[in-house]
Antibody
């Protein structure tokens, strides 16, 4: 059974940083691209970033480019999102999602999310 | 960047009725790289349709997708009580892999 468990969210001041993690199990992690998608309270889904199975290819939304960094450790079956220079508009539930295969495929499994709140 | 527009914003229907949801792209979506997701309150999204018309694993056949180019449709042939939710389209042909704003299907 595929499981994705996010962690690392919390309350942070504007300008602060966090590292989000997503522990994956139930599939061969290195064979699949992985993504982060966020959802602000009461709002729709916003695609954030995706990384290839090897980690060699990454893509970002313009809204986070230069501030967020996606990475993965295939030996630990874990996906990461380093979020820096946080703004109030980054407040959201951050979902980890598994791609069907490559970076250009949709997401067939999702975690339950980790909440990031940016406030002074 | 491809911008997706979904209509209507809200669709009020009764169980047993047919639901037709639209997703329009600001430019052509290559190779029909268009997906649909369902999200219920307090839950993560669930993949319904990919490749514009292929049902994901375990999705009932009352859900169907169609379209190409810039115009795509999700049809729910007969609404079941568990189908009342928010539906999002997403393109994944080229980065950024944006989502549409969603259509809420609620009970009339």
């Amino acid at each position: 059974e595929v499981q994705l468990l996010e962690s690392g969210g919390g309350l942070v001041q504007p300008g602060g940083s966090l590292r989000l993690s997503c522990a994956a199990s139930g599939f061969t992690f290195s064979n699949y691209a992985m993504s982060w998608v966020r959802q602000a309270p009461g709002k729709g889904l916003e695609w954030v970033s995706v990384i290839s199975g090897s980690g060699g290819t990454t893509y970002y939304a313009d809204s986070v480019k230069g501030r967020f960094t996606i990475s993965r450790d295939n030996s630990k079956n874990t996906l990461y999102l380093q979020v820096n220079s946080l703004r109030a508009e980054d407040t959201a539930l951050y979902y980890c999602a598994k791609a069907l295969r490559t970076t250009g495929t949709p997401y067939d499994y999702w975690g339950q999310g980790t909440l990031v709140t940016v406030s002074s | 960047e491809i911008v997706l527009t979904q209509s209507p914003g809200t669709l009020s229907l009764s169980p047993g009725e047919r639901a037709t949801l639209s997703c329009r792209a600001s430019q052509s979506v290559s190779s029909s790289y268009l997906a649909w997701y369902q999200q219920k309150p307090g839950q993560a999204p669930r993949l319904l349709i990919y490749g514009a018309s292929s049902r994901a694993t375990g999705i009932p056949d009352r859900f169907s997708g169609s379209g190409s180019g810039t115009d795509f449709t999700l049809t729910i042939s007969r609404l079941e009580p568990e189908d009342f939710a928010v539906y999002y389209c997403q393109h994944y042909g080229s980065s950024p892999f944006t989502f549409g704003p969603g259509t809420k299907v609620d009970i009339k």
